[in-house]
């Protein structure tokens, strides 16, 4: 059996040469398990790190019953790594963090008390303790991106995130789509619900990001995003003999 469908809840942590951070996401995830509003575990995703995140991943979820993990062959990015985790997960509700824990697993409760009346929660990032060349970036790309899409998201980067699985399970993913998981839950007519949480100055590893992957590849993703939207394959099954009784 799926270690995972034992839970409700469980979250995805995509990691990528984040080894500073795995002790600290042990010692935060750890007190948020002891806390969840509902019964939930953790999935490390080792997305072909280089540095010792593998091995200290390892290490703390042998010491962790509710820690699980898997490792990917090579460094895919952060859409495969999200949808590996998701498609690994066999519980009611899935969700997300980066490892940089510029967000905390604490406010998750603040997401998951909306999650039976929404397909997804997520959150928006308040006070964002980032550079202002940083935030100029994402005020940049944010900014395109609602106008190309209109879909109403006001922080689509900010990485704390709950789904319904099912739903996750549907969604189209390539690369860079993560950026885009509100309007494809949007697209399958899924509700979503929007929370402030809090936001947090990164205190171990370097972000992964840089001009291209902030605002270019975002760019060029929303062109790819309008095209799929109006080729997008959305249905519901009324009813079926199938299944064997």
Request: hydrophobic share 40%; aromatic share 12%.
């Amino acid at each position: 059996m799926n270690k995972t469908a034992k839970y409700q809840f469980t979250i995805v942590v995509p990691v990528y040469n984040e080894e500073d951070s795995i002790y600290i996401l042990e010692e935060k995830i750890g007190t948020f398990l002891l806390h969840s509003l509902l019964p939930a575990c953790v999935l490390f995703v080792n997305d072909g790190s280089k540095d010792k995140s593998l091995k200290r991943i390892i290490e703390v979820c042998e010491r962790n019953n509710n820690f699980f993990y898997l490792s990917l062959e090579k460094n895919s990015g952060l859409s495969a790594a999200i949808k590996a985790g998701i498609d690994a997960t066999e519980s009611i509700y899935v969700g997300y963090m980066d490892a940089d824990l510029q967000t905390t697993p604490e406010d998750f409760n603040l997401l998951l008390q909306h999650i039976a009346r929404y397909e997804l929660v997520m959150g928006i990032r308040a006070n964002r303790q980032d550079t202002f060349f940083k935030k100029l970036q994402s005020k940049i790309a944010n900014g395109f991106r609602r106008m190309m899409i209109q879909d109403g998201i006001q922080d689509t980067g900010c990485p704390l995130k709950i789904l319904h699985t099912n739903f996750a399970k549907r969604i189209p993913f390539f690369t860079g789509m993560h950026r885009f998981l509100p309007t494809l839950i949007l697209l399958q007519e899924g509700k979503v619900k929007q929370v402030p949480v809090r936001h947090f100055p990164r205190v171990t590893g370097k972000s992964k990001y840089h001009l291209w992957n902030r605002l270019i590849s975002p760019f060029i993703d929303c062109f790819v995003y309008r095209w799929m939207r109006n080729r997008y394959i959305n249905y519901r099954i009324t009813d079926t003999n199938i299944t064997i009784q």
